[in-house]
């Protein structure tokens, strides 16, 4: 069974205003029941700055960190594009923390359980780079795509499965979308604008969406 003091207290919050009227809140199985009221609200408000002034030097410190990593490390993307080395471009950029480059090499069916950065470079164009930033806020991550490397997917079962279940799924809604535009163009099908119009206000005035 709950304590009374802590019912009470969960039920001032059903309160709008202070000095609103008393309530009477059941406490316990058996026909036991308290009188709640609010007597004051006391509003939210954020910790004097005295408190957390160690924080917020910490944190603003961290963004101005942040930002000049990312103009850095945006600066090494056209450089990058047009073919400079990543060694090159991070010594030019002036990079003398943090880990030094690192080649890799991954199959797709390898990366489900990778960086995100290293994901990114399967959604990316050979020859081209992208940044990313860390997960922690602790700067950028520089990708430069050198090149793609086909293979078969003939010895790969789990992967043909994987498309077949993707395109199966795109199959229906396809043929769907087909025949509508089948019958659009075989009957000559012209929209009344004004009658749209007037149905979507009416279903936003009834809170259809």
Do not use: C, W
């Not at 919050?13 to 316990?28: H, K, M, R, W, Y």
């Not at 004097?48 to 942040?66: M, N, S, T």
């Not at 991070?90 to 890799?104: I, L, Q, S, W, Y």
């Not at 995100?116 to 940044?131: Q, S, V």
Request: glycine letters at 6%; charged letters at 30%.
């Amino acid at each position: 069974m709950k304590p009374a003091r802590l019912i009470g207290a969960s039920a001032g919050f059903t309160f709008e205003a202070a000095g609103d009227e008393p309530q009477l809140v059941p406490t316990s199985p058996d026909g036991g029941a308290a009188l709640v009221s609010l007597e004051r609200v006391v509003a939210a408000a954020p910790k004097p700055l005295a408190e957390i002034r160690a924080d917020v030097l910490k944190d603003y410190a961290r963004d101005q960190q942040l930002a000049k990593a990312r103009q850095i490390a945006a600066g090494m993307l056209p450089k990058l594009d047009k073919g400079m080395s990543m060694a090159q471009a991070v010594a030019e950029a002036g990079v003398t923390r943090g880990a030094p480059p690192k080649p890799f090499d991954f199959k797709r069916s390898e990366i489900a359980n990778k960086e995100n950065f290293i994901k990114m470079a399967f959604a990316m164009a050979p020859k081209k780079a992208k940044l990313l930033e860390a997960p922690d806020r602790s700067g950028y991550y520089v990708v430069y795509l050198e090149s793609i490397e086909e293979h078969s997917a003939a010895n790969d079962p789990l992967l043909l499965a994987n498309a077949r279940s993707a395109l199966s799924q795109q199959v229906g809604p396809e043929i769907a979308r087909q025949f509508i535009r089948a019958i659009r163009a075989d009957l000559k099908i012209t929209r009344n604008e004004d009658a749209i119009k007037r149905l979507r206000e009416d279903l936003l005035r009834t809170g259809v969406r």
